[in-house]
C-alpha cells in the first residue's frame, strides 16, 4: 500500500530553493542567450542541478571519512592498518572515489576488516542507500541491460551493467534470505479501510533452472596454485514449478481493496511459502476478526499446505472446514470438458451454462452435478474412449472435493469464488523470470522473487528501512 506522502513537497516561498533556482536560470542564460529553446534551458538545467547533487553527495562523503587510530563499532575496537586504501560507491549522480583506511579488528590475528564510511553511511554492495534502494526496486521489474537504459532514460549515471548485475542480484538474494522477517516488519502498520473479506490461496508456475549434471562437481573446488581458469561444471536446463501465493482484502462490499504477493523458488519448502501466507491472514483477523475467510485453490494435493496451515494458525473461532473452496474455474474447466466430449458441437443444450447456474445458484448442485456424472458413466459404451475419459477425470476431481465446491451462498454475498488474484500472481511473477533466454539458479530466483512480491504487495519502502538499517552502525572514535 505504497504512498507518495515519503516524498517531501517542494515549498514555492523556500528562499534557498529560489535562489538556487535564479542562479540556474541565469548559467542557462550565459551558456545559451535569449534564443535558447525550452528544451534547451530544461536539459542545461538539469545538468547543473545533476552536477549539484554530485558535488553535494561528494563533500558529504568525504566529511565522513574516518582517520583516527582507532575506532569502536558496536563495544568492538578496531585500529588503522598503514597501507593506503580507497574504493568506489555508486550513487544516482555518478560514481565516489573515497579514501580512507581500513581498520582490523583489536585483539584477533588477521580479524576482519572493515571501512567506517561503510558504516556510517549504511553503503548497500557498494552502493549510497538511496541509489541501492532504487536498484534494487527496478530490479523487481526489469534486467540489468533493461536497468541500465532507465537510469540513462532519467539521466541518472549508471554503472556498468555487469556491476548492477552482480551486486543487485547480491543484495535481491540476501533479501530473499530475510523476506519472512521482512514481511513481519511491514505488518507495523495497520490496515485503515473497512475489512469484510479475506481470500488466500497458492499455485505453481514453471520456471527454466540450470541444474549440475554431475551434483557433486558444482561443489566449490580447491584453488589450484598457480591459478588455473577451469570451465564450469556440465549443467543441463530443467523446467521446475516455483511455488507463489497471495492474499486479497475486500471491503464491506466485496470490492478488492488490496492484494499481498507471495512468491517461493522451485526447491523452497512449501511449508514455509503458507506460513508467510498464513502470517498475514491472521494479522488482518486479528484487526477484522468478523472479516468472512476464504482459502480457495485448486485442488491439487500438494497445496494442502495451506489451509492445513491455517488450521493451526487461525484462531479457534474461525472454522476453515467451512471456508476452503476449490476453485470454481477449475471445476468449470472439469465439466466443460465433459460437455465438448459427450454433446453435440457448439453445446446445442446449452449445459455448459446449465452447470455455471446450478453451481451459482444452489449449494447442493454439486450433489445432482455428481450423480448426473455417475449415472452418465455408467451408460457409456466401452468404446467411447474419449468421452469416458472425460467423465471419469470431472468425477475423480469432484469425488475428494465436494464439500468445497458449494459456492452459491458465498456468491450471493458478493464474497470471492475463483482464485483468479493467485493465479494473476503466478503470471505476474513469470513476467519477471520467464523471459526469452532466461533461465535461473536457486538462489538467484529466489532473490528475484522475494523482491518482486515486496514491491507488487506495496511492501517495498517498509521492507528496505528494515533491510537497509543492518548495513548502518554508529563508528565512534575509541578514546
Known sequence: MASNARYPKVDPNDL???????????????????????????????????????????LDLQRRVTKAKEVEVDGQRYRQLDQPSSATYNGCWGPHVVKEPLYRQVGQHNGPTIKPIELRTGMVE??????????????????????????????????SRAFLEKRAKAMAAEIGEQVEELEATARA?????????????????????VE????????????????????P???ELHYRMAWNGSVTLYDLVGRPLHTFRYAAEAGADPQELARRISADVVWVQRQYPFANMHCIQDGAPELRVLPETLKRDLPPNVTINNIELVDFEHLMGYLKDVVDACEPSGDPRGLKTWYRNELLSD???IDRIWRKLRDLSKSLPRSAHKKRKAVAAALSYIRKRKDRMRYATRYARRLPISSG??????????????????????RGLGGILALRALVLSGRWDAAWTSYASKFHEEVRIAA
Not at 549440475?212 to 570451465?231: G, K
Open 16 to 58: 534557498f530553493l529560489r535562489r538556487i533556482a535564479i542562479q540556474l536560470i541565469d548559467a542557462v542564460d550565459q551558456r545559451y542567450g535569449p534564443e535558447s529553446t525550452f528544451e534547451q534551458m530544461c536539459n542545461y538545467r538539469f545538468e547543473l542541478a545533476r552536477g549539484f547533487l554530485w558535488f553535494a553527495e561528494e
Open 126 to 159: 557498494g552502493m549510497l542507500p538511496d541509489f541501492a534502494k532504487m536498484v534494487g526496486q527496478l530490479s523487481a521489474e526489469q534486467t540489468s541491460r533493461q536497468l541500465v537504459g532507465t537510469l540513462d532514460a532519467v539521466r541518472m549515471v549508471a554503472p
Open 189 to 209: 502498520e495497520p490496515i485503515r479501510e473497512p475489512v469484510g473479506a479475506i481470500s488466500c490461496g497458492m499455485d505453481r508456475g514453471a520456471v527454466r533452472m
Open 212 to 231: 549440475p549434471v554431475d551434483p557433486a562437481a558444482a561443489q566449490p573446488r580447491e584453488r589450484l596454485e598457480p591459478y588455473q581458469r577451469t570451465p
Open 233 to 235: 561444471p556440465p549443467s
Open 363 to 365: 449449494d447442493g448442485a
Open 421 to 442: 488474484d493467485t493465479e494473476n500472481t503466478v503470471w505476474l511473477m513469470q513476467q519477471r523470470v520467464k523471459r526469452a533466454g532466461q533461465s535461473w539458479q536457486t
